[in-house]
C-alpha cells in the first residue's frame, strides 16, 4: 500500500508502508523507464544480473557501531573501500527494484557487543532487518572467559535476533594464538551449547584470527 505520495506525480517522493521506495513510473517517467531497458546491461539475462549485482553488493561486511561522542549508533561497510558500491542502488529504478534487499541479504553483519546491536534497530527499517542472514559477533581473546561466564548475548539479544532471518550466527575471536588454544576450546564448548539452546534452527560457528583488534576505532590489524 502506498504510504506517500507527490501531489504533482513527479519522481522521488513516494514509498510503501514497509520503507522501500515505490519506482512505478508516472506520466513522463515511462518514457525513461523504457528507454532505460533497453540500455546493455539491463538488457542481459535476470540470471547474469543477478551474479552483477551479488557480486557488486555482497561479500562484505557491514559493522554495526555506536559513537560515543554523538551518542548515536552506526552502520559502515567494511572494506571501506567498497562504500560505494551502493550508490548502484541509486542509478535507476529497474537496478533499485532488483537490488534494494540485497546489501541486507548477501552482506555479514558484525558488531563487537550485543550493545550495538540497536544500530539495527534504530539505522535499518524493518524490511532491512528482515533480510539479514549472518551475523557476527567479535571478541578479544583475553575476553572471552568473561563473556563466557557473563553471556555474550542476553535474553533481550537472543530475543531480538529470533526476529531476524538468520541462517548463520558466529563469533570471531581476534588475537588467538597456540597458547589460547585450551581457553578457547573450552569457552567454545559452553557458547555452542548456550546459543544453539536458544538458536537451534541457525548454523552457529566460533572461529578464531590472530588478527587484533583496536576496540575504539573498530580496525583491524595484523598480528596477536
Same mark, same amino acid.
Given at each position: 500500500?502506498?504510504?506517500?505520495?507527490?501531489? =504533482?506525480?513527479?519522481?522521488?517522493?513516494? $514509498? +510503501?508502508?514497509?520503507? @522501500?521506495?515505490?519506482? @512505478?513510473?508516472?506520466? #513522463?517517467?515511462?518514457?525513461?523507464? #523504457?528507454? &532505460?531497458?533497453? +540500455?546493455?546491461?539491463?538488457?542481459?539475462?535476470?540470471?547474469?544480473? &543477478?551474479?552483477?549485482?551479488?557480486?557488486?553488493?555482497?561479500?562484505? *561486511?557491514? !559493522?554495526?557501531?555506536?559513537?560515543?561522542?554523538?551518542?548515536?549508533?552506526?552502520?559502515?561497510?567494511?572494506?571501506?573501500?567498497?562504500? &560505494?558500491? *551502493?550508490?548502484?542502488?541509486? =542509478?535507476?529504478?529497474?537496478?533499485?527494484?532488483?537490488?534494494?534487499?540485497?546489501? +541486507?541479504?548477501?552482506? =555479514? %553483519?558484525? *558488531?563487537?557487543?550485543?550493545?550495538?546491536? !540497536?544500530?539495527?534497530?534504530?539505522?535499518?527499517?524493518?524490511? !532491512?532487518?528482515?533480510?539479514?542472514?549472518?551475523?557476527? %559477533?567479535?571478541?578479544?581473546?583475553?575476553?572471552?572467559?568473561? $563473556?563466557? &561466564? #557473563?553471556?555474550?548475548?542476553?535474553? $533481550?539479544?537472543?530475543?531480538?535476533?529470533?526476529?531476524? @532471518?538468520?541462517?548463520? +550466527?558466529?563469533?570471531?575471536?581476534?588475537?588467538? @594464538?597456540?597458547?589460547?588454544? #585450551?581457553?578457547?576450546?573450552?569457552? $567454545?564448548?559452553?557458547? *555452542?551449547?548456550?546459543?544453539?539452546?536458544?538458536?537451534?534452527?541457525?548454523?552457529?560457528?566460533?572461529?578464531?584470527?590472530?588478527?587484533?583488534?583496536? =576496540?575504539?576505532?573498530?580496525?583491524?590489524?595484523?598480528?596477536?
Amino acid at each position: 500500500m502506498l504510504l506517500s505520495r507527490s501531489p =504533482t506525480g513527479k519522481r522521488g517522493y513516494r $514509498r +510503501f508502508r514497509s520503507g @522501500t521506495l515505490n519506482v @512505478t513510473p508516472i506520466g #513522463d517517467e515511462e518514457l525513461l523507464v #523504457d528507454t &532505460n531497458s533497453r +540500455f546493455p546491461l539491463l538488457s542481459l539475462p535476470p540470471e547474469v544480473r &543477478n551474479c552483477i549485482w551479488a557480486h557488486a553488493l555482497g561479500n562484505s *561486511m557491514i !559493522q554495526a557501531y555506536h559513537r560515543r561522542w554523538t551518542r548515536s549508533y552506526r552502520l559502515r561497510l567494511k572494506p571501506p573501500n567498497r562504500a &560505494n558500491a *551502493m550508490s548502484l542502488l541509486r =542509478t535507476c529504478r529497474q537496478i533499485y527494484q532488483e537490488t534494494a534487499i540485497l546489501p +541486507f541479504k548477501l552482506n =555479514t %553483519f558484525t *558488531m563487537s557487543s550485543a550493545y550495538n546491536i !540497536q544500530a539495527l534497530e534504530t539505522r535499518l527499517k524493518p524490511y !532491512q532487518r528482515a533480510q539479514i542472514t549472518s551475523l557476527q %559477533f567479535e571478541v578479544q581473546v583475553e575476553n572471552l572467559s568473561v $563473556r563466557v &561466564n #557473563d553471556p555474550l548475548v542476553n535474553a $533481550r539479544t537472543y530475543a531480538y535476533l529470533k526476529l531476524l @532471518t538468520l541462517e548463520k +550466527f558466529e563469533i570471531c575471536v581476534f588475537g588467538h @594464538t597456540k597458547k589460547h588454544a #585450551d581457553s578457547v576450546a573450552r569457552a $567454545r564448548a559452553s557458547l *555452542m551449547s548456550a546459543i544453539q539452546s536458544h538458536l537451534p534452527h541457525v548454523y552457529v560457528a566460533v572461529t578464531t584470527t590472530e588478527l587484533g583488534w583496536h =576496540t575504539y576505532n573498530g580496525k583491524w590489524y595484523p598480528g596477536p
